[in-house]
């Protein structure tokens, strides 16, 4: 704390591990006496950088651009770029610190990083986005490449982003590699990699239910978000059986009483990835929708709320009118959306909880394949990449439940996820000796 008191986030994720880790070290002689979390909370590396770029009037702007190289112990640093004008070291740190654990679970062997951007994309022309694109790989370009570290998108950086980003690194290195997943399919991209963590979250959630015996036939879902993780949470919660009644953007949210079928749903991909819209504009296409502004979806009646937009959007008091309005099952789709005490809560109450480091690993999972497909210089089909996706979203299921089922039946996702991750990373530091 005394050295990262001035980083909220950061000391949120932090505590939130080590309150299930400490334990689990104390109780294994082996990683006694080695510092392995104290080193592990200290990044390998923290660049940060400037990105100037001139928009289409001329201007220069000037933007700070970052890439933390959190975890190397099993496998080149891998996880997502972000641009979002609240992106910091704070942020960029607790999601660097939790890919390190999310990239362990996977069962692939990656590492653990993260980046990106305090630009905002929102409102800017497709030529001032590539210019930044540009300007923002003509420095990364020297701390990346296909063994070393590989980016892919997050929050602001969809395929658009990836591609401009891509073509810089290309011409400065004069190399065709797989330095950046999240691809275009024809120059490298791998089937199913825009639907991975959606799908994933839901697979995830589909494993959980089944050890109630309860399924996604027929139950009402609530998802925050309209972005990547949120739309294909939202179709595979449909091909389910599964009602979608919401879905939202950081001004409000909309509420559908009849579900968001598949017609629905293809108008909002059009909506958010074509035409950049709002999400209040569902409501003028579809009468009997409501749009409640300003507000998140926590207090509608359902069944499973997948919370899919970002951090901290869902609080103690949310959790408790989820668990009012009768919610059995809660996954996290976006990265640590549910703050300590909505988890705590959700753990007294012993209603079904995942972490996304474990839900929502499905998309960096595909990433991995998607280096692995690079590599090879081959393209799996898309059932083969689903398959793939299933079973590894199974098999972090079944290490939740090695590492997190108590006494009495009841299976704490968090410690499991913690703990399972940990292990992995901390028995490659020990091997590796002090460095
Ligand atoms: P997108 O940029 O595609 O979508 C983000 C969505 O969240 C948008 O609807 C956005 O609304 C909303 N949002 C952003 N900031 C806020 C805020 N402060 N309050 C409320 N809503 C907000 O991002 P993704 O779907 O890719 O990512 C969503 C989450 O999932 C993030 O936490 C990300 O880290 C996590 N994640 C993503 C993975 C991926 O493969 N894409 C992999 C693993 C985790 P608006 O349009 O108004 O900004």
């Known amino acids: 704390k005394t050295r990262n008191g001035h980083e909220p986030e950061f000391i949120q994720a932090v505590q939130e591990v080590a309150e299930t880790v400490i334990p689990y070290i104390a109780k294994n002689k082996i990683y006694n006496g080695k510092n392995i979390l104290l080193r592990m909370v200290e990044p390998e ?15 220069i702007h000037v933007n700070r651009g970052y890439r933390i190289q959190m975890n190397s112990a099993i496998g080149p640093y891998k996880g997502g770029l972000r641009f979002h004008p609240s992106v910091n070291a704070s942020i960029l740190k607790f999601l660097a610190f939790e890919q390190v654990f999310k990239n362990s679970l996977t069962t692939l062997p990656m590492g653990g990083g993260k980046g990106g951007s305090d630009f905002d994309p929102k409102g800017k022309s ?12 003509l420095e990364l370009c020297r701390h990346i490449g296909p063994n070393t570290d590989v980016p892919a998108g997050d929050i602001g950086v969809g ?13 400065i290195r004069n190399e065709f590699t797989g330095v950046l997943t999240g691809k275009g399919l024809s120059w490298g991209g791998s089937k199913i990699r825009p639907e991975a963590t959606g799908y994933g979250t839901v697979y995830f959630a589909q494993s959980m239910l089944k050890t109630k015996n309860e399924t996604f036939e ?11 993780v949120a739309q294909y949470a939202a179709e595979k919660v449909i091909q389910l059986g599964g009602k979608v009644v919401t879905l939202s953007d950081s001004a409000g949210y909309i509420y559908d009483p009849e579900g968001i079928n598949t017609e629905k749903l293809a108008f909002v991909m059009d909506l958010k990835n074509e035409r950049r819209g709002r999400i209040s504009e569902y409501t003028d296409k579809y009468k009997g929708s409501e749009y409640h502004k300003g507000k998140t979806p926590w207090e509608v ?13 869902l609080l ?6 989820l668990m009012a309005n009768g919610c059995m099952c809660v996954v996290e789709g976006a990265n640590m959306p549910c703050d300590a005490d909505a988890v705590h809560a959700f753990h007294e109450s012993k209603i079904l909880f995942a972490p996304g480091k474990a839900s929502n690993a499905g998309g960096v999972a595909t990433s991995g394949l998607e280096m692995s497909q690079n590599s090879l210089r081959i393209s799996w089909t898309r059932e ?3 398959e793939r996706l299933r079973d590894i979203m199974e098999d972090i299921h079944d290490s939740c439940i090695e590492y997190g089922k108590e006494e ?9 996820a913690n703990i399972a991750g940990f292990v992995k990373v901390a028995d490659a530091m020990l091997a590796q000796g002090v460095i």
């Open 384 to 386: 083969e990449v689903d």
């Open 218 to 228: 027929g139950k009402t879902v609530v998802i925050s978000g309209s972005g990547n």
């Open 301 to 313: 009646k359902c069944d499973i709320a997948l919370p899919c937009a970002t951090q901290n959007e």
């Open 45 to 59: 590396r923290l660049i940060s950088f400037r990105v100037a770029w001139v928009d289409d009037e001329g201007e």
């Open 159 to 171: 395929a658009r982003e990836i591609g401009f980003l891509f073509g810089m690194y290309k011409k």
């Open 316 to 321: 103690v008091g949310d959790a408790k009118k």
């Open 126 to 137: 497709d030529d001032e986005v590539m210019r930044f694109c540009h300007a923002f790989m």
């Open 408 to 416: 009495d039946g009841f299976c704490n996702y968090v410690k499991g």
